[in-house]
């Protein structure tokens, strides 16, 4: 009797069959249908998310709807607080784009901010000037002063290679120690603790008559416009894609590399700075020590979503503005912690931002 043995082993024909693999293409265009059909399933991945997180929060679908959507975007009140909102937004936005078009990694646009805050409270505090040029001077020292502390950075960066992302990074510890040296000491308010002296109300940027919506939203959108008109129309924005693209290239061909990366990086300082402004004279009237808080993440976010596009991250700004006020208002009406809220926009922000992915590349599926 012969015993047959069967071998375990699989066969060639056998060992090519199986789940296949998939690789990445890098995708040379895309039409614009498909990146604005990718986003939108990408933000309705992540608000499908969002619903299954709230729910089990114990908030009915029906009540998401109305905060998030009707409240926030199609009740006076609520879009009035979206504008308010979106404002800095746009600016910190449109800052970080600058800077991020000539690859300089500024992650210090909580540090300018405060110190356009400062600058813009200098003049106040101080009463320098008539009472009629008063915001004029104030706008002036919120654009120097976010400029100026861009400037130690760049130096670094251009005369000893220091790595921006860690110097602008820790400068936006200095900046918040200087704001605490000084609201703890000479622009102190003996009547609140520790805030400076309210701004006078020649000091304070006027409502234009839409609930709490400041004139800073005219400010943000001309600021927008310029920077548009400088990327777009401008030779410094032919410039500044060469030098984004290939430094060492643009160096070669001759073009100024050094003044198209400092203009640009002092120019996204400034209008951090300008978003310090707004903050301080057209919503808080005064400087506290929070005023500046979470800007960071969130220019860092609006300029890669927008890809660095000045018109996009308006846009870009005025849904995260909106994100935010739905958030606030579920977190107050229903009664939920911080924490929920913050980890619904955390994964509708993730969801948008992992669409990049498709966006990028092609995905393919290939059987071995």
Known sequence: MTTETVSSNPTPAEARRGLGRVTLEVRQRMPAWKHGLILALSLSCGLAIGVAVLWASGVAPKGIYEEFVLYTFFNAKGLANVLVECTPLILVGLSAAMAFR???????????????????????????????TRLALMLIGGLAGGALWTVIPLLLKLKL??????????????????LQDRLYGAWQDPDRFPHSPQLESVERLPRIGFGDV????WVALAAGIVVWWLIQRARIGLFMTFVGSNARMSKAIGLPVTAVVAGSVLLSGALSGLAGFVVVAGQEYRLTTTFSGGYLFSGIVIAFLARNNPLAAVVVAFLLGGL??????????????????????????MSVTASELFVRYRIIWRRA
Request: proline share 4%; no cysteine; aromatic share 12%.
């Open 214 to 217: 400041d004139s800073g939203i």
């Open 161 to 178: 290679n220091v790595n921006e992302i860690i110097s602008t990074l820790l400068l936006n510890y200095v900046a918040f120690q200087l």
């Open 324 to 349: 935010y006020v739905g958030g606030q208002s579920i977190q107050i009406f229903y009664n939920l912690p911080a924490g929920v809220i913050d980890l619904l926009q955390a994964i509708i922000v």
């Open 102 to 132: 000539v690859q300089f990694w500024n992650i210090g646009l909580e540090g300018q901010l405060i110190l356009g805050g400062m600058g813009a409270a200098f003049f106040a505090l101080n009463d320098i000037g008539p009472p009629e």
